[in-house]
C-alpha cells in the first residue's frame, strides 16, 4: 500500500466503493472529479500493489491558514489495517508545507472508532456543535399553535449593514455562545473562525440579520435555509429562532438547518421552536511550521 494524489483515472474505483457509504448514499461520487480541479485542496488516495485506490481522504484550506479535513473513506475489505491513520499523515504533512497552523475536522458524537481514531492522531475537541433540522411551511411536521398554525415571532429580523460589522465582531468574541464556539462559525459541514470578510459578504448578500439584541449569518441553498452562525442570548434564544423560521418561510425555502453551540438552553431553545437535534464535535490540531 502507498499514497498519492488522485486523479481523474481513480473516480471508478472511487466511487465503487464510497456510493453506499451511509444509508442515505455518500456526496464523495458526486464531488470526487470536482476536488481534483480545486487549487485549496488535495484529495489523496491510498493504492494496493495494482495502483487502484483502496481508500482515499481530502482536505482544503478554508482561510488562509486553517485546513479542514474531510471524506475519509476506506474499502470495506481493507478496513482494520490503519490506512486511514496513513493518509491522516499525508494531510497533515502536506497542510503543514503549505502554511497550515491548524486541521479541523466534524465527526458525530456516536461515531466512537473515528473518534478514537483521530485522537491518537493528536486531535482535540475544543467545541461541541448541534445540528438544529426542521421543515418549514408545508414541510413542518411540528405546526405550534392553535389549528395548526404557527404564531409569528414578536421579533422581526432586519437585514444588517457593513457598517454594523464591528458590532457583530465584537459580540461574537465576548459573547456566551461565540466564546463557546471559541470564535467559529459552520457553513455546510465545515467550521473556520469568524472573519471580517464573511461578515461584509453576508451583509452585501443580504445574509446577515440583526434580530432584537442577536446576530446571525445565513445562506439560502435550495431548498434548505442555512444558518450559519447564531448569536443569541438566554432571554431571546426561542424568538430569535422563531423569527429565522419565519425568514425561511418567507424565502421560500422546505427546510432550515442550523450549526448551533452546545448549550443547554440554546438547544432547548431550538427543541422548543420545533427542530430536531443531534450532537457533533469539532476536533482540531494545531500545525507546527516547517
Not at 467559529?184 to 470578510?197: S, Y
Not at 443569541?232 to 425568514?247: G, K, N, S
Request: charged letters at 25%; a negative charge; proline letters at 6%.
Amino acid at each position: 500500500m502507498r499514497i498519492r494524489p488522485a486523479r481523474l483515472d481513480d473516480i471508478d474505483a472511487v466511487v465503487a466503493f464510497t456510493t453506499d457509504t451511509f444509508p442515505w448514499g455518500d456526496y464523495v461520487p458526486d464531488m470526487f472529479a470536482r476536488w481534483l480541479t480545486e487549487d485549496a485542496g488535495i484529495t489523496m488516495v491510498a493504492v494496493d500493489d495494482d495502483d487502484v485506490p483502496i481508500a482515499m481522504a481530502r482536505a482544503v484550506f478554508l482561510t488562509e491558514h486553517e485546513v479542514w479535513s474531510h471524506a475519509a473513506r476506506v474499502h470495506p475489505d481493507h478496513r482494520g489495517r490503519g490506512i486511514a491513520g496513513d493518509l491522516a499523515d499525508a494531510l497533515l504533512d502536506w497542510a503543514t508545507d503549505h502554511g497550515g497552523q491548524v486541521m479541523r475536522l466534524l465527526i458525530d458524537d456516536d461515531n466512537l472508532a473515528s473518534i478514537r481514531h483521530i485522537t491518537k492522531k493528536g486531535f482535540r475537541r475544543p467545541v461541541s456543535v448541534v445540528r438544529a433540522t426542521r421543515g418549514i411551511g408545508a414541510g413542518s411536521p411540528n405546526p405550534e399553535g392553535n389549528g395548526g398554525r404557527r404564531p409569528p415571532s414578536p421579533l422581526a429580523p432586519r437585514p444588517a449593514k457593513v457598517r454594523d460589522l464591528p458590532l457583530v465582531r465584537a459580540s461574537w468574541s465576548t459573547s456566551e455562545v461565540g466564546r463557546s464556539m471559541r470564535g467559529l462559525i459552520g457553513a455546510g459541514w465545515r467550521f473556520h473562525r469568524l472573519r471580517d470578510a464573511d461578515i461584509e459578504q453576508a451583509a452585501r448578500s443580504g445574509n446577515l440579520w440583526e434580530i432584537g439584541n442577536s446576530w446571525a449569518i445565513t445562506g439560502a441553498v435550495e431548498p434548505t435555509f442555512e444558518i450559519h452562525m447564531l448569536d443569541t442570548a438566554p432571554e431571546e434564544a426561542y424568538d430569535v429562532i422563531r423569527a429565522l423560521i419565519d425568514t425561511a418561510n418567507n424565502r421560500g425555502a422546505d427546510a432550515l438547518s442550523a450549526w448551533l453551540a452546545d448549550t443547554d438552553w440554546l438547544v432547548q431553545a431550538a427543541r422548543r421552536a420545533g427542530c430536531d437535534v443531534t450532537g457533533h464535535g469539532v476536533w482540531e490540531k494545531p500545525l507546527d511550521p516547517r
